[in-house]
């Protein structure tokens, strides 16, 4: 069995490998034509640029979304033991905002955001990977 490597120069700086070796011709395989190929390369367009990707500020966004969220779920339990008995004083004695069903509703809405957020990124990330599958096949 008979292993060939043709070496092809990724720029047009480094010269191309002595087409006089023996067995060039052999079996169908012949020499690279490396001019063609550079030519070929100067005629396509460029790539295009890719869209612009807010990932990490998503992901920060959705973290803190997540921990303020958690923040509210502990001021709703801190309410619920304050009306259970617990004899520690609540941090907003009246008000609105001294009801645990403020509290509550408050971490959904935060939680549910992030979850909304999470998702966008996640639905980037997939979008991204259809674009390049379907430049594979192109």
Same mark, same amino acid.
């Given at each position: 069995?008979?292993?060939?490597?043709?070496?092809? @120069? +990724?720029? @047009? %700086?480094?010269?191309?490998?002595? !087409? $006089?070796? =023996? %067995?060039?011709?052999?079996?169908?395989?012949?020499? =690279?034509?490396?001019?063609?190929?550079?030519?070929? !390369?100067? /005629?396509? =367009?460029? =790539?295009?640029? @890719?869209? @612009?990707?807010? +990932?990490?500020?998503?992901?920060?966004?959705? /973290?803190?979304?997540?921990?303020?969220?958690? *923040?509210?779920?502990?001021?709703? *339990?801190?309410?619920?033991?304050?009306?259970?008995?617990?004899?520690?004083?609540?941090?907003?004695?009246?008000?609105?905002?001294?009801?645990?069903?403020?509290?509550? *509703?408050?971490?959904?809405?935060?939680?549910? *955001?992030?979850?909304?957020?999470? !998702? !966008?990124?996640?639905? %980037?990330?997939?979008?991204?990977?259809?674009? $390049?599958?379907?430049?594979?096949?192109?």
């Amino acid at each position: 069995m008979i292993v060939r490597i043709i070496y092809r @120069p +990724s720029h @047009p %700086g480094v010269l191309a490998p002595p !087409r $006089t070796e =023996p %067995g060039w011709g052999l079996r169908g395989l012949e020499a =690279p034509d490396f001019a063609a190929e550079e030519a070929r !390369r100067e /005629l396509e =367009p460029p =790539p295009p640029k @890719p869209a @612009p990707s807010y +990932s990490g500020v998503l992901r920060s966004v959705a /973290l803190f979304l997540v921990r303020l969220g958690l *923040a509210m779920l502990a001021m709703a *339990a801190w309410r619920i033991a304050v009306d259970l008995g617990l004899p520690i004083p609540f941090l907003i004695p009246v008000g609105i905002f001294s009801h645990w069903q403020v509290w509550f *509703a408050a971490a959904v809405v935060l939680l549910g *955001a992030a979850g909304l957020v999470v !998702r !966008r990124l996640e639905f %980037g990330r997939g979008r991204e990977g259809r674009r $390049t599958n379907r430049e594979q096949a192109a």
